[in-house]
């Protein structure tokens, strides 16, 4: 067996930890991240109390792990144990041949064509949002932004089977996210067969959801017909030997499909409206693109080839504000990276955030330059640099419908309203499932005749 050698880091003593663990209960991965990437560089090794593990920022380790040698990694047990509670074998949790095949089963419901066909919705769902809000009102954003992604979601992945639930389940499903993220920050946690009122309480939540599941699977497999959804395709999906999915493969998808489809997107454009909150030159230019283009009209999928700068805000936020910030990783056996030997089982932590904030691979990074992504610059960016929807043979199956989706609600909310950050809040980035403004992001929403944007503002940092 190869001895391990290690890159360069650091040990974080006992004391330190047990520090963390009894006063704060949490590390904070965003800046520790970025902390190793300036001091060690792009692969780096932390010993923490009895925790060991690797942080890697460097694209071409990045690829490595992702591409060239993907056979020789899995999902780390610090996934499985956050989200497989929950989540089952769905494709955000299995792995080796049990992946591909369901990987392969569920491609064809993200078709190009198939997800265009939800723009209308995506459109509808939003002005609906916004038809409820009053110029001048104070609200918390990044709470709007979740309950209009999780209405898309249960319309494209269910139909109309759960539109009078839409809202229950929503509760059903932040309870999971919340369990979710517990599991994640928690530096020391019960064992799960202890109970507790909160573990109770997830449990009902989860029964619920899957008696829910378990109806919409029973009555589509007996009508047995294409309703234009993604659980249609799902269940009309085949393998080579002509099977299908079983309902707990079917549940166990939808139940990914349902947590990681609107908690992404929700802060993907929660981020945006910040930034552009802090950057007036830039949403004026957005506004600018938005107004000739559409000419007040409501936009289609159509548009989105003619609105270039509207996507270049929005890759550039999710730069800055990845909404997946990491990726966990651990070898099943023992693999050659970076020059140095790493024993089957150690962890790694991809740190997408550090990544895509380094100042060697971003000129000025912690600055909201859109332009970043214009044609010509975006070539320039280096392989494996820039991946806020991970990369390799599991790149999330979702990315064009989130893509899509984030341009067609941010076009739409361009349209009728400004967005003002209300004074005084504390924003502070927070990575759970996905990255969080901590204490929420209250802004105060202007109707756009009432109250024009300066042309005269000038950019900020962030």
């Known amino acids: 067996m190869p001895i391990p050698t290690y890159p360069p880091g650091q040990r974080i003593g006992y004391l330190e930890t047990m520090r963390l663990i009894l006063f704060g209960g949490k590390f904070d991965q965003l800046t520790y991240a970025q902390q190793v990437n300036r001091e060690f560089g792009g692969f ?3 010993a923490f109390g009895p925790i ?9 380790l990045m690829h490595d792990i992702l591409v060239r040698q993907v056979d020789k990694f899995a999902k780390s047990s610090v996934v499985k144990d956050a989200f ?4 089952g074998n769905g494709l955000l949790t299995s792995d080796g041949d049990f992946w591909k095949r369901q990987r392969k089963l569920a491609q064809p419901a993200f078709h190009a064509r198939r997800i265009e066909g939800y723009g209308d919705v995506m459109v509808d769902y939003t002005r609906q949002m916004l038809d409820s809000w009053t110029s001048g009102e104070t609200l918390y954003l990044d709470r709007e932004m979740m309950k209009l992604t999780l209405a898309i979601v249960a319309k494209t992945l269910f139909d109309a089977d759960v539109s009078g639930e839409a809202e229950h389940v929503g509760v059903l499903m932040n309870d999971l996210l919340d369990a979710t993220n517990e599991r994640i ?3 020391l946690r019960l064992p799960d067969w202890v109970p507790t009122p909160h573990r109770a309480r997830v449990q009902k939540s989860v029964a619920e959801l899957d008696a829910i599941l378990e109806r919409i699977i029973r009555e589509r497999r007996a009508a047995n017909h294409d309703r234009g959804d993604l659980l249609s395709m799902l269940l009309l999906a085949q393998d080579d030997e002509g099977k299908g999915m079983s309902d707990r493969q079917l549940r166990d998808e939808m139940m990914t ?3 990681a489809g609107h908690e992404t997107t929700a802060m993907a454009l929660s981020w945006t409206w910040y ?3 802090q950057n007036l030159d830039v949403l004026v230019k957005l506004q600018d693109e938005i107004d000739t283009v559409l000419a007040g009209r409501a936009p289609t999928v159509a548009d989105l080839a003619h609105l270039p700068y509207t996507e270049m805000v929005v890759k550039e936020s999710m730069r800055l504000y990845p909404p997946a910030p990491g990726i966990s990783r651990s070898p099943v056996e023992d693999v050659q990276l970076g020059g140095y030997t790493v024993p089957k089982g150690a962890l790694f932590l991809m740190s997408i955030w550090a990544m895509q904030r380094d100042e060697r691979l971003f000129p000025q990074p912690e600055a909201f330059q859109p ?6 610059r975006e070539k320039t960016i280096p392989r494996y640099a820039y991946m806020p929807f991970g990369g390799g043979p599991r790149i999330c199956i979702g990315n ?4 899509m989706e984030a341009r067609l609600i941010l076009a739409t909310m361009t349209q009728r309203f400004d967005f003002r950050l209300k004074p005084d809040q504390q924003v502070e980035p927070e990575m759970l499932v996905t990255v969080r403004p901590k204490h929420g992001l209250q802004m105060q929403v202007m109707s756009r005749q009432a109250q024009p944007v300066s042309q005269d503002a000038e950019p900020a940092l962030v």
Request: glycine residues 2%; without cysteine.
């Open 275 to 277: 930034l552009l909150s």
């Open 185 to 187: 920050i928690a530096a």
């Open 44 to 46: 780096t090794y932390t």
């Open 400 to 403: 064009s419908f989130a893509l």
């Open 371 to 376: 332009e970043r992504f214009a044609p010509e």
């Open 52 to 60: 060991t593990f690797y942080t890697v920022t460097d694209p071409e």
């Open 84 to 87: 497989g509670a929950f989540l």
């Open 257 to 259: 499909i349902f947590l």
